[in-house]
């Protein structure tokens, strides 16, 4: 299924495909030239029951959006603009973070403890527009919790929430950061063809757990992105590919669109790979206010 096609640049993909906080994997373990189905079963096989893996489902990192929208947002299409295009306009001080650390709990009663970010901070990741469109006017900030998607399942984490002219619930933003992410197992593949390319971010996963979707690249002069899947016990590895390719002229510009991919059962607990890193697909889109792992 398709979505509304978006231009990104090419300082984004570079971003994806280094992922995971910078680190590289390590020396000699790239690959350059691999079929795409064996490559699927050798990320699935580094990541299965590795302490990589252990490390990922211990600790928190955010799989859903860590931006919630106020009931019935939006209301028209100027705070619709305003909301794409990051612009807002502060009208309060702003609370510093409480001293005390954050509490984040899952719903099998486990919990973990991290810094609190402040509520600049946190309004600082959604107002980056400089457009002198239209902008979401924010008139109160005050610290309460949010339920997100997280790599250990569904949490409930504090929140910096947001009050919006012309809105009667908040805007929430997550208000700790995930801590830094464990190396990879396994190398990325060096070289890009259209069988196998990097994919920008996962965009949601439905409550059916069975839906996902995903943001994959493209080019101007072929049919569109496509995302095959190999389902593993502890993970499931994504293989993003460009279809349709023409060999006449074309422009270099890079875009990126929704594809939406459906599992045989619910992803539950287990790692969302990209076959093409061999790292867990980043959180959300690449120019969202949402954090990311990577």
Known sequence: MRS????VTLGLVAAAVVGCGDERAPAGNSVRNVDTAERARRVAAAWEGSEVARAWRRDYYLLGDAVQLPD?????????RAYATQNFDLRTPLPDAPKKPGRIRWTDGEALTLPLTSARAAYDTLDRGESPGPALTVTGARLGSMTVLTSRGKATVPAWLFTVKGYDTPLKRVAVTPPKPPRSPIGAVQNETDELVPLYGLNTVAQDGRTLTVLAKHGACDDGPAVDVLEAEGSVVLSASIRGTS????????LAEKVTVKLRRPVGERILLDAFTGRPVPQGEPYSASPSWR
Do not use: R
């Open 4 to 7: 509304v096609k978006m231009l």
């Open 72 to 80: 019935g947002a939006f209301h028209n299409d100027a705070d619709k």
């Open 247 to 254: 060999d006449g002229p074309c422009t270099s510009q890079s």
